[in-house]
């Protein structure tokens, strides 16, 4: 038994779909969850800039005693991963890898399409990462920039005008080349889950990052022996870069429940 927490982050509120889907899988373990909502979104940085953010980020929940990392963040999983891993010395799980592995398993036709921001797009980590498991698979990977600051501004649900006429001109060249599995590659998309549903139809299989690394997560705390004893749920606490306001007002959408502790601020740039 071990009640050491689980840290994760993103670049903003995204990674609390994973949170969300964390607490259904892995009930009694305890989070630690950080938001750098000072400096959302990720997607368009360089390489350079998103592993500085990620060190940052990585040693900030490393001042907690944690046991494990999920780092809910698809840009962050496909730029900055392998280096993460390498100068930590504790498990960190990313989005990329799990969510292959479940498109590879339900995609009939062979044919997955890929959505996410344009730098986890440019690292070419989901088209690799495919391939390695199926090289028969085909891939095709679409850019949204625009999906994270709407769905950070609240403009996800169905019916909005602005975010289905956006979807529509990002989904229909997916749609129209055939796929029957989209891997939702950022952990923003979940709540976009119905308006890309609508879009390309029910022949289509969503296949979520969040909740695909939150299964490898607690397979791998089983395999080290370090999940934490399942009598009483475990909490979780929230921490950001900017205005905690800003946090609370919409977080409680991503986790579907209330939030039931505040955020708390911290200087990133500390770390």
Not at 28 to 47: Q, W
Not at 169 to 175: D, I, S, V
Not at 232 to 244: H, I, L, M, N, T
């Amino acid at each position: 038994m071990d009640k050491r927490p689980i840290g994760v982050f993103d670049s903003g509120l995204g990674g609390l779909t994973a949170v969300r889907s964390l607490r259904q899988i892995l009930p009694e373990e305890n989070l630690i969850y950080f938001g750098d909502t000072a400096r959302v979104p990720y997607g368009g940085r360089s390489k350079e800039t998103l592993l500085k953010y990620a060190r940052q980020d990585v040693r900030f929940l490393r001042s907690f005693d944690l046991k494990a990392i999920l780092i809910a963040c698809g840009t962050v999983s496909t730029t900055s991963l392998d280096t993460l891993r390498q100068e930590n010395d504790l498990p960190i799980v990313g989005v990329v890898e799990p969510t292959c592995r479940r498109a590879v398993e339900v995609t009939k036709n062979k044919k997955v399409g890929m959505i996410a921001t344009l730098a986890s797009v440019r690292s070419g980590a989901y088209e690799a990462a495919l391939r390695r498991l199926d090289e028969s698979v085909e891939v095709f990977c679409a850019p949204c920039p625009l999906f994270v600051p709407l769905v950070e501004n609240g403009r996800f649900r169905r019916g909005d005008v602005v975010i289905e006429t956006v979807a529509r001109e990002y989904l229909e060249p997916l749609k129209e080349a055939g796929i029957d599995t989209l891997i939702l590659g950022c952990t923003h998309y979940p709540l976009l889950t119905e308006v890309v549903a609508d879009v390309m139809g029910p022949e289509v299989t969503l296949v979520s990052a969040g909740e695909e690394s939150a299964v490898e997560l607690k397979r791998l705390l089983q395999d080290g022996d370090l999940r934490a004893d399942g009598a009483q749920k475990g909490a979780a606490e929230f921490y950001v870069s900017d205005r905690p306001e800003d946090f609370e007002r919409i977080a409680s959408v991503f986790l579907q429940e209330e939030l039931r502790s505040g955020a708390r601020r911290i200087d990133i740039e500390r770390y």
